[in-house]
């Protein structure tokens, strides 16, 4: 008689021993504590006075942990021309409007691009999968000369409207929706009597739940870690990072202020991942299971 499978909630599962499971998990323990490590040293370094922070050679814990660095940072902050709260306040604005619509455009054209027959539709993803070959910063003169005819220089526009229209969200988008959504439940939305515009939204969207997720990490990750603009001239709309960068050069006795900001600028666009990667890994894990 063969070995027994084992079962789990009545449902069959891999045929793997205890020991394996336990060897399997200490490996991805372990490696998950060294891809972890980095983390840890920049942590420990924001919490470092500055005599640890010089001290050669370096320790990588901190020996007495101290939040003057934090305390410093916010201060120097709050000494500058425009107001701390601002520039943070730049930040979030730019790069939640600018992922929200960059979720929304990119997959609203990308469902008309892979569901919808039209003419010019093929030459049209042939375009867009070209431009992925170009660099901002080879468009950089021409993108320039459009946003000042537009008169979108120095005003919120000028990141936003770009963060709109990125070739990558939309090229990731179609790719997932010519894979994952079929056109027979499409046709039975139609049926139904269901809109284009709600058959795209209650229908397509769920079904390529990992993409717009994904597209959410990249695309709110450039607009929080984005610096000083060419668009920008006004201190009172230029972002977080950029303030960070201007405290940071100021020398060494602003290296702990300095090591305080990495930490702050890392800690968000963290959280936002680890809350799209648990439902990223739980939509995959579920998409190719049948009832």
């Not at 793997?16 to 372990?30: E, K, N, P, Q, Y």
């Not at 920008?232 to 405290?247: P, T």
Request: overall charge positive; aromatic content about 14%.
């Amino acid at each position: 008689m063969g070995k027994k499978l084992r079962t789990r909630n009545h449902k069959v599962v891999l045929n793997r021993s205890r020991g394996g499971d336990a060897g399997i998990t200490f490996v991805l323990g372990i490696l998950g504590l060294f891809m972890f490590l980095p983390m840890v040293y920049v942590i420990s370094q924001s919490l470092k006075p500055l005599d640890e922070l010089w001290m050669f050679p370096p320790r990588f814990f901190v020996v007495n942990p101290t939040l003057k660095n934090f305390t410093d940072l916010f201060t120097l902050m709050n000494t500058s021309l425009v107001p701390f709260s601002r520039y943070i306040f730049n930040t979030v604005f730019v790069s939640v409007v600018g992922t929200t619509g960059n979720l929304f455009f990119s997959s609203l054209a990308a469902y008309a691009m892979a569901k919808i027959k039209f003419p010019g539709g093929k030459a049209m993803f042939k375009t867009v999968r070209t431009s992925l070959m170009f660099h901002a910063t080879v468009t950089a003169i021409t993108s320039f000369l459009i946003m000042s005819k537009l008169q979108w220089i120095d005003t919120y526009w000028a990141r936003i409207i770009p963060a709109w229209a990125t070739s990558l969200g939309l090229y990731l988008m179609k790719q997932f929706m010519e894979t994952n959504v079929t056109d027979a439940v499409l046709e039975s939305a139609r049926l139904d009597g269901a809109s284009e515009f709600r058959t795209y939204w209650t229908i397509a969207m769920p079904m390529v739940k990992p993409a717009w997720l994904t597209l959410i990490i990249y695309s709110f990750k450039d607009l929080w870690n984005a610096g000083a603009s060419v668009y920008i001239q006004s201190e009172q709309l230029k972002s977080f990072n950029y303030a960070i960068q201007q405290v940071m050069a100021g020398g060494i006795k602003r290296a702990g202020a300095g090591a305080a900001s990495t930490v702050i600028m890392m800690m968000v666009p963290i959280l936002v991942f680890v809350i799209s990667q648990s439902n990223i890994i739980e939509t995959m894990g579920s998409s190719g299971m049948k009832d």
